[in-house]
């Protein structure tokens, strides 16, 4: 089978390279010509564990090749993706989807002979009807059909996660679609991976609500946290006493600093939209988006309370500053909102992170970027761990406390433990877990 993808963003790339990993001949496709000259080349321009080396082996077994050519890519392909952004519309929150629309033109220009045309891209309720009508205008009497395969790939572990899936959902409504993308995604029949075959319009909204109910339960635990702060209790434990129910469940229950990233915020917002213009307002899921947005911007509070109450002429040490560990995403990072709050209010910021630092540099000015983790801690006043890289999760706690002038730690990600942490002589803050009390926390 051959297919082509039109995109080359973080789905499109990944999705492209796990396909021609499954044996499907596949080409991906991308305007932006400087792009494909690199990836020709073997260089990704993300982030992203075992990338490299997949699309490597599958470029040498000439199963996965990279064009500007969308023509002809389209032409030979069985299903063509479409894997474009969908950034959220400035000023109302709604999917911006005039790229989505644009490819649907391009490859109703280009195909030939029976073809599945497949968006891949986060799109809103509707999108998938529009496609077809797009390319049903310019090609009338063409042999395709549309169907809707949403992604739930997480950046860090993209790989995996496409190749062991929780489960494939397949939104269409024709037979011949769904025994296309089944020849797709054979090696997964075979593990048994469960199959949701849908309507188009299903199938958009599974998108949604999946992102959307993952931030809820973030936001949730978020505000459970805020609670246990309160009443003496611990969040952790909280957490894995609810998450053991099977009906709950573990996952997505670690309290933090805000969901962040280029999906929760954005897929959150644009079904809030989408629900208001339903006339089915989502007030969840409204006050989800509001509830993190403010929960973000808090962060720095706790920091400077730890502090003392004042940050002014203070150095506070900050490490990682992307929105989620293994990738070097800085998209709606709660970095973003922190770092300029603390040096609004007087402190200089030195900050080191494993893989963010050439985009946070981009983004924040005035941080003194360092180069290991002990760098910035060098004469702090206070040290604050905003992302859990594995490299944060067995400081030489020692030496933190002989670089630091002042042993103060905000562990806004939970890493550590309190007895432990006030064993080792730190004045130590996390969330949802009363500094430095000695509670009885299990793993
Ligand atoms: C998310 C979903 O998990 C994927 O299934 C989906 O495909 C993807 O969005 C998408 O729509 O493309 P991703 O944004 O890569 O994936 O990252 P997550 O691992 O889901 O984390 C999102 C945010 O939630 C991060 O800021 C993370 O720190 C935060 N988080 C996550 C918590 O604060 N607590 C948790 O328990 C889990």
Known sequence: MRICMVGTGYVGLVSGACFSEFGVTTVCVDKDEAKIARLRRGEIPIYEPGLEDLVSKNVRAERLSFTGDLNSAV???????????????????HADLSYVYRAAEEIA???????????KSTVPVGTGREVERIIRGIRPDADFDVCS??????????????????RVVIGTESERARAMMGQLYRPLYLIETPVVVTTLETAELIKYAANSFLATKITFINEIADLCEQVNANVHDVARGIGLDGRIGRKFLHAGPGYGGSCFPKDTLALVRTAQDAGAPMRIVETVVDVNRLRKQSM??????????????????ILGVTFKPNTDDMRESPALEVIPALQAGGAQVRAYDPAGMAEAARLLQGVTWCQNAYEPLDGA?????????????????????????????VDLRNIYKPPEMATAGFRYTSIGRPAGVATPEQD
């Open 75 to 93: 032409r030979d392909a069985d299903a063509v993706f479409i894997a474009v952004g969908t950034p959220s519309r400035r000023g109302d929150g």
């Open 109 to 119: 220009r280009g195909f030939d002979g029976y073809t599945v045309v497949v968006t």
């Open 149 to 166: 395969n949403p992604e739930f790939l997480r950046e860090g572990s993209a790989i995996s996660d496409f190749m062991r899936p929780d």
């Open 300 to 317: 720095a509070e706790r920091i400077v309370s730890a502090c003392g109450g004042s940050v002014d002429g203070k150095t506070i040490a």
């Open 381 to 409: 006043d206070a040290v604050a761990i905003m992302t859990e890289w594995n490299e944060f999760r067995a400081l030489d706690l020692k030496r933190v406390k002989s670089l630091l002038r002042v042993p103060v730690m």
